[in-house]
């Protein structure tokens, strides 16, 4: 069984960033890729980003590129989101897993609430 832990999110005002965190605990893991993904009120929940854990090669929505930056920590099990310039559109709750937004390798999180006022 694998736990996320999702951190980071808050308040920020549009054009301010925020560095979301996600650490993955439990007994033999094997991560592949890992990413972020978010839920909007009365959205489907969206791809935003992902990492190959292995070479670090990542991919993003191009709602997000040039603008949010994925990294990961392979020793601390960790995914990180750098994000720069956020608007109201980027307010979501934030969650991180591997898999897809629809198929999941692992049960989500809680997550981590952004939001960005205008």
């Known amino acids: 069984q694998v736990q996320l832990a999702e951190s980071g999110g808050g308040l920020v005002q549009a054009g301010g960033s925020l560095r979301l965190s996600c650490a993955a605990s439990?007994?033999?893991?094997?991560?592949?890729?890992m990413g972020w993904f978010r839920q909007a009120p009365g959205k489907e929940r969206e791809f935003v980003a992902t990492?190959?854990?292995?070479?670090?090669?990542?991919d993003y929505a191009d709602s997000v590129k040039g603008r949010f930056a994925i990294s990961r920590d392979n020793t601390k099990k960790t995914v990180y989101l750098q994000m720069n310039s956020l608007n109201p559109e980027d307010t979501a709750v934030y969650y991180c897993?591997?898999?897809?937004?629809?198929?999941?390798?692992?049960?989500w999180g809680q997550g981590t609430q952004v939001t960005v006022s205008s």
């Open positions: 897993n591997a898999g897809t937004a629809v198929n999941p390798i692992w049960t």
């Open positions: 439990g007994r033999s893991i094997i991560i592949n890729r």
């Open positions: 990492v190959d854990w292995s070479d670090g090669s990542t």
